[in-house]
């Protein structure tokens, strides 16, 4: 229980301080140009590197092939979410296709 | 009780995104107590902490035995995309006083960003920005919070056989793959994919954090070239 409270107090922290960063905390100074151009490449970093191993890894080795549901539904779903934009049609056909995958597999 | 004007006009403006702010909020709520979180704690964090992503992040490593410290630091690298918006949303609340601002950056969210940065685009005066601003993000806490409380009381009745700790990664796939618009945010995630994917063994989780370092890298190195 202990944990969770240290999990919950850690992430107001560090989802605050960003948020307050430019608003409250530093309105007047100026960004590096190189910082704020790494800045844009953060989001796509960050998600590709949570997600990419839970696609591609099963307990821990690399798992890529027709035999791997998780993986022909994430790149299904990733399509999907690039042409359309529309991230609750992705999280339902990426279910749908998870379930429909790992039913052909068996 | 009567609202400002911009107030309603915001809150009206955001009425069409609401229903997908309620149903990923409901997601986060399913997914905190199915991560073995009590009711009350979940809706702690929830209003704690207020950052979807982040929060399902971090769950999502505690629950794979990755350390607290990693779990947070990985929810902070996360979270900076907020610095982005911060940098980009204060100068249009510039004018608000000190007491507000802390509750202006409090609200700040992907979508509430989004929403007044699409209201900007017709003139205002600066008080009305601020009021524009705190109605898009206030509609937008209500139904994520909503969407959370109601996730929480449903969590522990979907079977697990559904497999809904898969729309977490779908969750994160639908916000990622649409920004991948130009070669150097695509060599960006690549970088940071095959490089997580390589350090997956290291201790601590520390591949996270060497793989968003190497698609930093990546992305600035492709971004130079062209």
Redesign the interface.
């Known amino acids: 229980?202990t944990?969770?409270?240290?999990?919950?107090?850690?992430?107001?922290l560090?989802?605050?301080i960003?948020?307050?960063?430019?608003?409250?905390l530093f309105?007047r100074w100026p960004?590096p140009a190189l910082l704020?151009?790494?800045?844009?490449?953060?989001?796509?970093?960050?998600?590709?590197?949570?997600?990419?191993?839970?696609?591609?890894?099963t307990a821990?080795s690399?798992h890529i092939g027709l035999d791997n549901p998780?993986l022909l539904?994430?790149i299904l779903?990733?399509?999907i979410?690039?042409r359309t934009?529309?991230?609750?049609l992705?999280?339902v056909a990426?279910?749908l296709a998870?379930?429909l995958f790992s039913y052909l597999v068996k | 009780m009567r609202f400002h004007p911009q107030y309603l006009a915001a809150v009206k403006a955001c009425l069409p995104v609401l229903?997908?702010v309620l149903?990923?909020g409901a997601?986060s709520g399913v997914a905190m107590v199915a991560a073995g979180?009590?009711h009350y704690?979940a809706m702690?964090?929830s209003v704690?902490?207020?950052?979807g992503?982040?929060?399902l992040?971090?769950?999502?490593l505690?629950t794979s035995g990755t350390p607290?410290?990693i779990?947070?630091?990985?929810?902070?690298?996360?979270?900076?995309?907020?610095?982005?918006?911060?940098?980009s949303?204060?100068p249009h609340?510039?004018a608000a006083g000190p007491r507000w601002?802390?509750l202006?950056?409090?609200l700040?969210s992907d979508n509430g960003y989004a929403m007044a940065l699409r209201g900007y685009e017709h003139p205002l005066e600066p008080p009305d920005k601020i009021w524009y601003y705190f109605g898009c993000c206030s509609a937008i806490w209500t139904s994520w919070q909503i969407g959370t409380f109601a996730g929480i009381l449903l969590g522990t009745r979907i079977p697990a056989g559904?497999?809904?700790e898969?729309?977490i990664?779908?969750?994160?796939?639908?916000?990622?793959?649409?920004?991948?618009r130009d070669r150097?945010?695509?060599a960006?995630?690549?970088?940071?994919?095959?490089?997580?994917?390589l350090c997956?063994?290291l201790p601590l989780r520390l591949g996270?954090l060497v793989?968003?370092g190497?698609?930093?890298a990546a992305?600035?190195l492709v971004?130079r070239r062209q």
């Not at chain 1, 240290?6 to 992430?11: C, D, T």
């Not at chain 2, 996360?78 to 911060?86: E, H, K, M, V």
């Not at chain 2, 969750?171 to 920004?179: D, H, S």
Request: overall charge positive; glycine content about 8%.
């Open positions: 229980m944990a969770f409270w240290l999990l919950i107090l850690g992430l107001a560090t989802s605050f960003p948020r307050a960063s430019f608003i409250t309105a960004v704020q151009r790494s800045l844009r490449f953060v989001p796509a970093a960050v998600f590709s590197a949570i997600l990419v191993p839970e696609l591609v890894l821990g690399v998780r539904a994430g779903a990733g399509a979410a690039w934009r529309n991230t609750l992705t999280i990426g279910m998870l379930h | 229903p997908g149903t990923f997601i979180m009590p704690l702690a964090m704690l902490v207020y950052a992503t982040s929060q992040a971090a769950l999502q505690v607290i410290a779990a947070i630091l990985a929810g902070l690298v996360i979270n900076l995309r907020f610095s982005i918006y911060s940098l949303i204060a609340l510039a601002k802390p202006l950056s409090y700040l559904w497999h809904l898969f729309s990664v779908l969750t994160f796939l639908g916000i990622v793959a649409p920004t991948i150097a945010i695509a960006a995630a690549c970088a940071a994919g095959i490089t997580a994917v997956w063994s996270l793989a968003v190497a698609g930093i992305g600035m971004e």
